[in-house]
């Protein structure tokens, strides 16, 4: 696994002061993308909240699960959430170090009381002393919120700054993009109110034991049900004790609201869990295990593989204005193509961290993470050996049918109904559960065009090239080699 040192620069740390009118929350920023472009201190918000405890609790969920590792509990470092401004609302978002856990708080308009949001996204600083003066508030006195450098440090930016230097797996970057592919197949699948919500989650297990059957939950009248098996409307819950970052917002809570796919047999799933606050809602979206990171769920293999779709994301981008909601049919009849080729090619913006979903919205959101927005695809370990099979001619086509020379093995890939099955051990383990494996990857991008002239001076290059510093002025980074992998952390396949 690949690690970098990401580099973040602030005027100053964040702060909680007391003014004479209230408090005044002062979350800095670092480097991020704006329409105006890079900015090394962007600006996105002024103003009063109207519900100002329940936003410091759910600023500290989002970055207790920044700061987790929910799989082989190690000490860790953690990166600042990322704060979007869609001009309607302000979405602070995070992964968890061990890759299994994306959170994410959404203040609404009306929890901005009515005041718009500057567009844009960079990280926010959310430092110790910060994190315990929102932890030691109380009441609901007036608090202004300021995201982004006050008027007086916008003349001083020339000055000393402060800088945090955090590691950045791959694999978090990777479980962006994985994280709203998966969510984008969720349906509503269960809704409980305010004091129903809080007596479930109160209740639930502080762990699972290693090898033991996955939880599940239906719902049952006005509650949820624990289940060891799944039925027509079972939610999965791996890891129930993953949830305890919604413990912050209970208090506040006015509605819970579940999430998941239509149940495979008795496989995990992954889920959401929203929380229904005033004026806002905080989501944890978990993996289908605690020991699996959303990083190999492969979800996005497919649209990195097609050209198609990349040229379909360069046009669909230039579309895109920081939406708080896009709408694939109105960009499909925009961009003057179908639907499919639009969520294709939304998918592989998101890979590039440039949408995110919304499940409660049921759609995706324009977004641009600050950080080099090809290294997810430049290291995903199946789509890098795919296209190293592609320039080392390793694909025999014959028909439906297809040879893969892998090393000193043959593969035997099948096509069947759309779905390409392979003779490997990825296969058999997964059954394309979990995306294609490498050598069923390689084949469709043969059939798609590929060839071993265009795939290696360019393809093969990025598999080996140094990690680009960060679209923000801000930010560097460094590649690093991470040491002792967890089972999370582990390439998906390596047959």
Same mark, same amino acid.
């Given at each position: 696994?690949?690690?970098?040192?990401?580099?973040?620069?602030?005027?100053?740390?964040?702060?909680?002061?007391?003014?004479?009118?209230?408090?005044?929350?002062?979350?800095?920023?670092?480097?991020?993308?704006?329409?105006?472009?890079?900015?090394?201190?962007?600006?996105?918000?002024?103003?009063?909240?109207?519900?100002?405890?329940?936003?410091?609790?759910?600023?500290?969920?989002?970055?207790?699960?920044?700061?987790?590792?929910?799989?082989?509990?190690?000490?860790?470092?953690?990166?600042?959430?990322?704060?979007?401004?869609?001009?309607?609302?302000?979405?602070?978002?995070?992964?968890?170090?061990?890759?299994?856990?994306?959170?994410?708080?959404?203040?609404?308009?009306?929890?901005?009381?009515?005041?718009?949001?500057?567009?844009?996204?960079?990280?926010?600083?959310?430092?110790?002393?910060?994190?315990?003066?929102?932890?030691?508030?109380?009441?609901?006195?007036?608090?202004?919120?300021?995201?982004?450098?006050?008027?007086?440090?916008?003349?001083?930016?020339?000055?000393?700054?402060?800088?945090?230097?955090?590691?950045?797996?791959?694999?978090?970057?990777?479980?962006?993009?994985?994280?709203?592919?998966?969510?984008?197949?969720?349906?509503?699948? /269960?809704?409980?109110? $305010?004091?129903?919500?809080? *007596?479930?989650?109160?209740? =639930?297990? +502080?762990?699972?034991?290693? %090898? &033991?059957?996955?939880?599940?939950?239906?719902?049952?009248?006005?509650?949820?049900?624990?289940?060891?098996?799944?039925?027509?409307?079972?939610?999965?819950?791996?890891?129930?004790?993953?949830?305890?970052?919604?413990?912050?917002?209970?208090?506040?809570?006015?509605?819970?609201?579940?999430?998941?796919?239509?149940?495979?047999?008795?496989?995990?799933?992954?889920?959401?869990?929203?929380?229904?606050?005033?004026?806002?809602?905080?989501?944890?979206?978990?993996?289908?295990?605690?020991?699996?990171?959303?990083?190999?769920?492969?979800?996005?293999?497919?649209?990195?593989?097609?050209?198609?779709?990349?040229?379909?994301?360069?046009?669909?981008?230039?579309?895109?204005?920081?939406?708080?909601?896009?709408?694939?049919?109105?960009? /499909?009849?925009?961009? $003057?193509?179908?639907?499919? *080729?639009?969520?294709?090619? =939304?998918? +592989?913006?998101?890979?590039? %961290? &440039?949408?995110?979903?919304?499940?409660?919205?049921?759609?995706?959101?324009?977004?641009?993470?600050?950080?080099?927005?090809?290294?997810?695809?430049?290291?995903?370990?199946?789509?890098?050996?795919?296209?190293?099979?592609?320039?080392?001619?390793?694909?025999?086509?014959?028909?439906?049918?297809?040879?893969?020379?892998?090393?000193?093995?043959?593969?035997?890939?099948?096509?069947?109904?759309?779905?390409?099955?392979?003779?490997?051990?990825?296969?058999?383990?997964?059954?394309?559960?979990?995306?294609?494996?490498?050598?069923?990857?390689?084949?469709?991008?043969?059939?798609?065009?590929?060839?071993?002239?265009?795939?290696?001076?360019?393809?093969?290059?990025?598999?080996?090239?140094?990690?680009?510093?960060?679209?923000?002025? /801000?930010?560097?980074?460094?590649?690093?080699?991470?040491?002792?992998?967890?089972?999370?952390? +582990?390439?998906?396949?390596?047959?």
């Amino acid at each position: 696994m690949t690690r970098s040192v990401q580099a973040l620069a602030y005027v100053r740390p964040s702060a909680l002061e007391s003014t004479g009118s209230g408090r005044l929350l002062g979350l800095e920023t670092a480097g991020g993308l704006t329409p105006r472009g890079a900015e090394a201190h962007p600006r996105f918000f002024s103003g009063f909240l109207a519900a100002p405890q329940v936003a410091a609790r759910g600023l500290l969920a989002v970055a207790d699960v920044a700061a987790a590792r929910y799989h082989q509990r190690i000490p860790t470092g953690s990166l600042d959430p990322v704060v979007t401004g869609n001009g309607d609302r302000l979405r602070f978002e995070s992964f968890s170090a061990c890759g299994g856990v994306y959170a994410r708080l959404d203040v609404l308009e009306e929890g901005l009381g009515g005041t718009e949001t500057g567009h844009g996204t960079t990280n926010v600083d959310v430092n110790d002393p910060l994190r315990e003066a929102l932890s030691r508030m109380a009441g609901d006195d007036p608090m202004h919120l300021r995201v982004g450098p006050d008027e007086m440090a916008v003349t001083t930016l020339a000055g000393q700054v402060v800088e945090k230097k955090v590691p950045l797996p791959d694999r978090w970057l990777r479980g962006f993009a994985e994280a709203q592919v998966v969510s984008a197949r969720f349906d509503l699948r /269960a809704e409980l109110t $305010g004091a129903e919500a809080v *007596r479930f989650l109160r209740s =639930l297990p +502080r762990g699972q034991a290693r %090898g &033991r059957a996955p939880l599940w939950v239906t719902q049952s009248g006005r509650t949820l049900r624990p289940t060891t098996r799944p039925g027509a409307g079972a939610v999965c819950l791996p890891g129930p004790d993953r949830l305890v970052a919604l413990e912050r917002v209970l208090r506040h809570a006015t509605g819970l609201r579940v999430y998941g796919p239509v149940p495979d047999g008795a496989l995990p799933t992954s889920s959401a869990w929203e929380v229904a606050l005033p004026g806002m809602r905080l989501t944890l979206t978990l993996s289908p295990d605690p020991a699996r990171g959303f990083s190999g769920e492969g979800g996005v293999l497919e649209a990195l593989a097609t050209e198609d779709a990349a040229r379909d994301a360069e046009l669909v981008s230039v579309l895109l204005a920081w939406e708080p909601t896009i709408d694939p049919a109105e960009l /499909a009849a925009r961009a $003057g193509l179908d639907v499919d *080729r639009v969520r294709a090619a =939304l998918t +592989r913006l998101g890979t590039a %961290g &440039r949408v995110g979903y919304d499940v409660a919205d049921a759609a995706y959101f324009h977004r641009e993470l600050p950080y080099d927005a090809d290294r997810a695809e430049r290291h995903n370990p199946r789509l890098v050996s795919a296209r190293r099979l592609v320039a080392e001619g390793a694909v025999e086509l014959d028909g439906p049918t297809a040879t893969v020379l892998s090393g000193e093995r043959r593969y035997r890939i099948r096509e069947s109904a759309g779905v390409l099955s392979c003779t490997c051990q990825w296969w058999a383990d997964h059954q394309g559960r979990r995306g294609p494996c490498k050598h069923a990857l390689a084949v469709r991008m043969v059939r798609r065009g590929a060839t071993p002239d265009a795939a290696s001076p360019v393809r093969l290059a990025d598999s080996t090239s140094p990690v680009r510093t960060s679209a923000s002025p /801000a930010a560097e980074t460094a590649q690093t080699t991470a040491d002792g992998p967890d089972r999370a952390d +582990r390439s998906p396949e390596t047959a």
